[in-house]
Each structure stands twice: as C-alpha cells, then as structure tokens.
C-alpha cells in the first residue's frame, strides 16, 4: 500500500502511512532550508526545543469529554476547584470553546514542537447548541482549536458508527440534511482513533487505529481507544455491529506495530479514567507515593500496557489528575485528564532524544491549566458561536418553565439528585396515564443528566425561566420512554446493581420518581449496600413476587449502564421521548408566579 497525502481545512499536510498501520496518518513538516537528519542528529545537545540539539522539548496539549459544550457551561457544571496551600477551597469559573482557543494558542506560543491531542466524548450528550445540528458546530470548532488527533469515546457512538463515520468524513445529515445553506460539511481535519473498535464481520477497526505526528524529524506515535465496556453504557443501535477490544491488548499490539515502523515515542488516548482522591484540579495524585492518589479502571490499565507507551492521557470518567502511575516495568510514566466540558486542559512537556527517538521519561513534566474566563475570547469561536446560535434561536428561545432557584444535577455530589428527581417524576408523570403506560414508579440514569438547571438567565429570557435551550441541554440524548412489567424481584435486584457487578467500585445510582423509597448503607460492600426491606412503593414493602409498572427511558431498558435486570421487562410499551415529558412536566408544574421548588431530594436515605 502507498501513501496518500492530502490537505486539511487548515492548511497541514498529512500523510496517510499504509503498509501494516491500517490508514494512520502522519503530520509532516519540512525541515528547515539546507538542513538533513544527519545534521540534527548530530547537532549539539539542547532541551529548549528551539533548536536542532539531540534533546528536544515536545509540548502535548490535551482535553477530553468535551460534550459538544461550545458555551461556558453555567452554574456549578461550569467550574473547577482550587486548594490553596493554607487549605481553602476556591471555585473558579472555567470553560467555553471561545476561552479554551485562547488558552491553547498562548500556551504554544514559543514551542516549536506542539501536538494537540483529546481522549474522546467531544461530541454526544452536547448542549441544544452543537446536538440540535447532530455536533457538526463542535467539530468545526475543533478544526479552529488546531486539534492534531483524538480517540473515540463512548459518546462518539451515540448515533452509531455510520454517523461517526460522517463526523470523520463530512458529508449532509442523512435525514436532517444540510444545515448551512449551499454548504456541505467537511468533517474533522484531524483523524478519531479506533484501534479497539473493529466491524464483527471483517475484524479491521472502523477508523484509524493510530496516528503518527512528525515535525523535523521528531515522531510521536499515537494509538486511540475506547473503553471496551462501552456497548454497556451506549444503545444497542449505537454499537450495532461492533466489537469492542481490551484496552491494553489493543494498545500493546499497536505499539509493536509502531515500534516496527521506527516510531519509539508513543502516547495512548484512552477513554477510560479513574478517581482522584480529590476534587481539586491540583491536587497532588502522587501523594504520598507515585499513583497513590488515584482509584479505578486506569489504574489496571496503566499498570499493564506495555512499557513502550510513554504517557496515557485518558478521560471518561469527567476527573482531573495528573499521576505518576508505574509502568510492567516499574518505570514511572503519566497518566493524565483535564476533568470535562472543557474547563481544563493538561500542558505536559514530553523531552524527545533525537539519538534513541524515543521519550526521556524522567524529563517529563505535565500540569492541568484553567480555562479561565478572564482572557479575551477568540474571535473565530465567538462567530462560530453566534452564527449556529442564530440557526438555533427560533427553537432555542421557547420558554418551557419557571424554577425558583438552581436545581442541581451534574452539578450535585449528591447520590440523589434535586434534578434527579424532577426528571424521575416527570417520567412517571407522563407515562402514568393507562394509555400511555399505567407507570406506577419511574428509574433515570445519573448520567443522562447532562447539566444543571440555572436561575440565573443565559440570555435575554429572564431570571428563572427555562428555556427550550437550556432544558435540551438537561436532557439531551432524545430517548424514547419506555414502560414495562418488571418482577418485584427484578426491581430489587436492579436497585443491588446500583452498587455491585459493573458497578462494585464506580456506584451508579438511579434517580427514582416520588413514592419509591429506600436505605442505602455505604458502610457495607456490594449489594448488601442496599438495605433488605427497605425498598418501598408509596409506604409498602415491594413484593418480589409482583408485577411492577416502570418507566425508564430506552437505554435503561435495554440494560444499560450496567443494569441487566431492568432488561427482563416485557409488555413494552413505547411513549414519548424523554425532553418531551420533561418539558411537559416544567410547563405543568411551574409558572411565573410559581415556579418548580427544589426537590427535598430525601426519597433515598444514606448511610456513610
């Protein structure tokens, strides 16, 4: 196979390498007039990477789980924690594409040698902005970011694999169309990467499984995967057809491969991640020895993919860290990730020798960076911005409701939820009448709840309202409700699932609808965490050997998230989509002289 160059929107040309690395792409740059390979090689030793010395300085720039938030995100989603050396803890405000753009070009002011780089879940689950015209703003707004490479989430299949295939390649919405008069979209300048995600009937990965960044002869090698779990937290029509590999199988395969090709320093983007200690982005994750302020899948992941990877830089679980996690060969290398939505991103310098061509592990230095909101705002993003939101404002603007003050839910710490449980209700409301379901007690996902609701106006609609905007961005996935039968046994059991199976070490807790109450003890392990006889439906004990009505939206009904019980209901009925009996339930329950209170948020009781 040959090679292929071509031009992106952006003017860098790309090599497309064949020959046993699938389609990885290959950032090329000339070298500068008169100069050769021999001269840099043998040029004298430097680490300002400025020069042409053995040792040069390579900036990588990354973020991850952007969502398609293009905005500042409002409220308690739209901020970072801080902890001062006498303790204190101080919110700052942080996010925006249009803040994020100035933020990565002052960073690599002055770094000859800079490769931006993200680890998945930049589009799916987006705020009205970029979802309503299924993410084709986000990925513009990422071409404009300069991004070089980035790996596939779990979100990126939202839509399934043909649509992401779009995102990659351009191309009109096959049923939306074109959403800028006399313009096609063009797709992404830089390449997703798929190593671990393959088609079942050819075994080949859907996209490229690496990519390799070169400049003046310096080379970075890339390789991109998702989290093989991600058919358990994605719709079944996502993932049709695909397989989903183990993460450090796929890694360490490809890193031979890359190896093999003469590419000796290499980064993995894995969309996967773990649990700091702490919530503060600087917060010490090597404290007090290396990775020992850090908890949960990567962890594993680090410890085993093989050394020939010199750093990870992961996502997917929305944390920020920057850790020391030691690698097969007990030689410490970086693990990082820029929490989420945009409010961080990780400037790590990763120190090249031209002589081995490969990463010098004990010069590597990396720290997260606030998108801070009091730099002057990109240009570009501000009229990308304003444009879609033009597109946007008919349908964007519709008041839906009225609340009284915030209520949280991505942005709570909360098990239970305030929004949690408005979302719950609003389920069970719209799906309680006999033709629509006769739902006698409804089940969300935490997850799928995206934001916060704000008191504070985003716009010109005024303090309290909910816009169609802003509700779109709380539930934005457009899932069908569904309601059926499910044994009292069942129902017990799916509540154990919260905290044992897939989810022993990472709980999810549903958000439950009014009536439904119960004790859960995280003093105890596993399922026993949910107390035995303490599960109740409008005061009564639940009776497993009942039918029980339940509304939940399609994801969790398929199993979801880690939730097979809830997969065994039967006499399926399919109603509205989630955003529509949200929206109903605001526009029933508040008004301008009413608006919706915040939930009490006690139908779970908690023990810690």
Request: with cysteine.
């Amino acid at each position: 196979m040959g090679t292929t160059p071509r031009k992106n929107k952006a003017g860098r040309r790309i090599l497309a390498v064949g020959a046993g690395l699938a389609t990885a792409g290959a950032l090329v740059a000339a070298l500068p007039a008169g100069a050769s390979q021999d001269v840099a090689d043998t040029a004298a030793s430097g680490t300002n990477g400025k020069g042409w010395g053995r040792m040069v300085d390579v900036q990588l720039l990354s973020f991850n789980d952007l969502h398609g938030n293009l905005e500042p995100p409002a409220g308690s989603s739209g901020q970072v924690s801080h902890t001062h050396p006498d303790g204190r803890v101080e919110k700052i405000d942080a996010g925006g594409v249009e803040y994020l753009a100035t933020h990565l070009r002052q960073a690599r002011q002055g770094n000859r040698y800079s490769i931006t780089a993200a680890a998945g879940d930049l589009i799916g689950g987006s705020p009205l902005l970029s979802g309503l015209f299924h993410d084709e703003p986000t990925i513009h707004a990422l071409n404009g970011l300069d991004l070089d490479v980035t790996s596939v989430g779990n979100h990126e299949f939202d839509e399934g694999a043909r649509e992401l295939a779009r995102m990659q390649n351009g191309g009109c919405h096959p049923t939306a169309g074109c959403f800028v008069k006399g313009e096609k979209f063009e797709g992404a300048d830089f390449p997703y990467l798929a190593a671990n995600v393959t088609d079942e009937k050819t075994g080949r990965p859907i996209l490229d499984p690496t990519f390799v960044w070169e400049k003046d002869g310096v080379r970075i090698g890339f390789i991109g995967v998702t989290l093989e779990g991600t058919p358990n937290i994605v719709t079944a029509e996502g993932v049709k057809g695909l397989k989903f590999g183990d993460e450090v199988e796929t890694i360490n395969k490809y890193a031979k491969i890359l190896e093999r090709k003469g590419v000796k320093s290499i980064v993995a983007l894995v969309h996967e991640g773990g649990a700091p200690a702490s919530e503060s982005y600087n917060y010490d994750c090597d404290s007090p020895g290396p990775g020992d302020g850090i908890s949960g899948p990567i962890t594993e992941i680090a410890k085993n993919v093989s050394p020939q990877v010199d750093a990870l830089v992961t996502g997917h679980t929305h944390q920020a860290y920057v850790c020391t996690v030691p690698d097969p060969a007990g030689k410490p290398r970086l693990v990082t990730s820029a929490s989420s939505i945009g409010k961080l991103y990780t400037d790590t310098t990763l120190t090249y020798d031209r002589r081995t061509k490969d990463i010098v592990r004990t010069a590597v230095d990396s720290a997260n960076r606030v998108v801070t909101r009091d730099v002057p705002k990109a240009a570009d993003m501000t009229r990308l911005i304003d444009d879609w939101n033009v597109l946007a404002a008919p349908i964007a603007n519709r008041p839906q409701g009225w609340i009284a003050a915030d209520i949280n839910g991505r942005g709570s710490t909360a098990y239970e939820k305030p929004l949690g449980d408005v979302i719950a209700d609003a389920q069970l409301e719209g799906l309680a009448p006999a033709d629509k379901g006769g739902a006698q007690l409804a089940l969300m996902n935490p997850g799928g709840i995206r934001s916060d609701l704000v008191h504070k106006a985003s716009g010109s609609e005024g303090d309290g309202v909910v816009t169609y905007r802003e509700s779109f961005t709380v539930q934005p996935f457009t899932n069908m409700m569904n309601v059926v039968d499910l044994s009292g046994a069942n129902l017990i059991q799916a509540l154990k699932q919260q905290v044992s199976g897939s989810n022993l070490k990472s709980v999810k807790i549903l958000q439950v609808s009014k009536g439904l109450t119960y004790t859960l003890d995280m003093t105890k392990t596993g399922a026993d965490r949910v107390v035995d006889g303490t599960i109740k439906l409008n005061g009564e004990p639940i009776d497993p050997a009942k039918t029980y009505r339940v509304a939940m939206n399609e994801f969790l009904a398929g199993g979801g998230d880690g939730f097979p019980a809830l997969a065994t209901g039967t006499n399926k009925l399919v109603g509205a989509s989630d955003l529509d009996v949200f929206n109903a339930y605001l526009a029933a329950h508040s008004s301008a002289a009413n608006p919706l209170p915040v939930p009490a948020a006690d139908r779970i009781t908690v023990i810690k």
